[in-house]
Structures are given as C-alpha cells and as structure tokens.
C-alpha cells in the first residue's frame, strides 16, 4: 500500500491492513516489516488489543492444525530423508513429470522425438547458458536446488548415452561476454544442436521486469550463429 501511495508510512500502512482483516504479511526482512510496527500502533491505539487478538487466532490455529507445535518424533516426515525422497520411485515420478510437461511448439520435418537406438551413432550438441548450468534452470520461488540431483540438458543425454559435446557460448543469462569461435567449434561436428536460451531469475522475477520480449544479451547471436 506504501508503495501504491495509498498510505504515507510503515505504520500506517500497519494500521490500515490490520484493521482491514490482513494478519499475515510478506516483508522484507525484519528492517522493512510492516507488521513490526503494530506495538507502536496499539500504543497509540490505532489498533484495539481484541483486534489484535483476532487476527493472530487463525494463524495459531492454522499453525496447531499443521503440526508446528508438536514433538518432532510425532511428525510422520520428520523420519524421511534423502533415501526416501530421492527413492528411484520418487525420481521416475518426477521423470515422467518432466516429459508430460513439455510442450512442442513446431516439429520441422518430425526431427522429435529422438529415437533412443539413434543416441549412440549420432554426434549432439548441446549449447546455451541453460545448457549445463543447474543454477539457471528454475524460476521464481523454487526452492534451493541441489545441483547433484538435478539433470541439465548436457547430463541428460550422457546419461542416455549420447555422444556430446558442450559449448556454453556464455556462462550466464545475461550473456554479455559471447565466445562465437567456442560455439562455431562445437556445432560445425554435430549431427543434433540443442540450443538452450532463456531468461532465468538473473533476468526476470517479481519486481524485476523488462522492457520487451527479447532475448538478453548476446543469446540471439548464439542462436542465429548455431542454426547458420
């Protein structure tokens, strides 16, 4: 709302959204949280105490229902660990996943899906800032990956056999620095390009927005470069 200009401070702000039924906020850490200035606001009495009571019922409620103040040994995932969550059935789960999510836009001349007895006799390569950096390849919100469990395009086709060879071109999304010779010397081999491009969270998130659609830096000269 401070933002917005709906209101002229913290505390404010705080005023405005408790009273109007809001008891749960995002901040920005404790420096910049809004709700951090309630005491000051029931001092003033800006806010009634039963008010107060209120809005802090349901989240107690809510965190009861969920456990948060339970013994540890009564939480039935307290006990799970990497062996269960990376349990083969759990990684095929997530494989399947993967593939039902893909979405193809346009198959020149049935060029997909690639045939698993081709993998061996052809030469691939896979080129691209999302080509083989685990960091990039989520979004917004995810949580903290652990790059040993996460299959890059690269780590993928090795693992199927493949015969690549790799080429990022340029290490990060932005992609300000491009070694055209690097990527020419990798694609001039290959039988299959994959070309990964994207934006990633270095780019693009919440409150980081853009001015157009384009891809960042140098990316359209790597892709142009590899389809020539």
Known sequence: MLGHQYTHSFLETAVASVNAGCNLELSYGMRNNVFMHIPQALAMGNIT???LRDRVRP???????????????????????????????????????AVKSFVLLKNVRGTLPLRAQDLSSQHFAVVGPFADNPRVLFGDYAPVPEPQYIYTPRRGLEMLGANV??????????CRRYSRAELVRVVGAADVVL???????DVETEAKDRRDLSLPGHQLELLQDAVQ
């Open 49 to 51: 105490l039963q008010t």
């Open 165 to 174: 060879s790799f080429a990022a071109g340029c290490s990060q999304p932005w």
């Open 195 to 201: 070309v990964c491009l994207g934006t990633g969270v």
């Open 59 to 97: 989240l107690f409620y809510t965190r009861m229902r969920l456990g948060e103040f339970d013994p540890p040994a009564m939480n039935p995932y307290s006990s799970l660990d990497l062996s269960v969550v990376q349990s083969p059935e759990h990684r095929n789960l997530s494989l399947e996943a």
